[in-house]
């Protein structure tokens, strides 16, 4: 069965590091989009991309990067962590062919900035 | 103001009950989405709709799209719905989420 998942599911780190989370969809689709979740917001997006070498900002992109070398993977990366970006991180994917825009959510990534 | 405003924000009930989860949004859309999200963290997509009514087991999703409103209906309410509700709607390939609706059922 097609799938969506995520890697690490729990990461704790420093402030400063460089963290990099991956996600990885076996749905073949185009669509692909990180959010973080955090109490008292909705999902926010944080990075899209729409196919291969596409990436673009999402309203909360400050410090995070992406790209998108193949179909299948998104990974996130935080150049340099912060405590503010302490937060549960989702990857979603969609379909854009199929002219709908339901998302498929990953099962999530806790990371904490100490 | 929130494009996307739900109502309640916490919902406690006893099982059995009849449950209505509401959602309004300021902007035009080609899709509502009802998600909902288990403790644990995982999100899963219930329903979505464009208009009209949709029906899956003890869950109702209604839209009505010219007062830019949506409900969320469960009948016979199980203390196994106690969950993060969360409306989204959609215009071209991104979503705008709402900050969700904890819903509590209590045996």
């Known amino acids: 069965d097609a799938e969506i998942t995520q890697s690490p599911r729990h990461k704790i780190t420093e402030t400063g590091r460089q963290v990099t989370l991956a996600c990885h969809q076996t749905?073949?689709?185009?669509?692909m989009f990180w959010y973080r979740q955090d109490l008292g917001h909705g999902l926010r997006l944080i990075h899209y991309?729409?196919?291969?070498?596409?990436?673009n900002k999402g309203e909360v992109s400050d410090g995070y990067s992406v790209s998108r070398s193949n179909t299948e993977d998104l990974p996130l990366t935080l150049e340099s962590a912060a405590s503010s970006q302490t937060s549960v991180y989702f990857c979603?994917?969609?379909?854009?062919?199929?002219?709908?825009?339901?998302?498929?959510f990953g099962p999530g990534t806790r990371l904490t900035v100490l | 103001k929130n494009e996307v405003e739900q109502s309640p924000q916490n919902l406690t009930a006893q099982e059995g009950e009849f449950i209505t989860i509401n959602c309004s949004y300021s902007?035009?859309?080609?899709?509502l989405h009802w998600l909902q999200q288990h403790p644990g963290g995982g999100i899963v997509s219930l329903f979505m709709l464009s208009s009209g009514k949709k029906k899956h087991g003890r869950l109702i999703a209604t839209i009505n799209i010219q007062e830019k409103h949506s409900s969320l209906h469960i009948t016979a309410s199980h203390p196994r719905d106690s969950a993060v509700y969360i409306c989204a709607v959609g215009n071209t390939d991104k979503l705008i989420f709402g900050t969700g609706t904890r819903l509590q059922v209590f045996p």
């Open positions: 902007v035009g859309i080609s899709a």
């Open positions: 979603a994917s969609s379909d854009r062919a199929s002219g709908y825009n339901e998302q498929f």
């Open positions: 991309s729409y196919g291969v070498q596409d990436t």
């Open positions: 749905w073949n689709h185009n669509n």
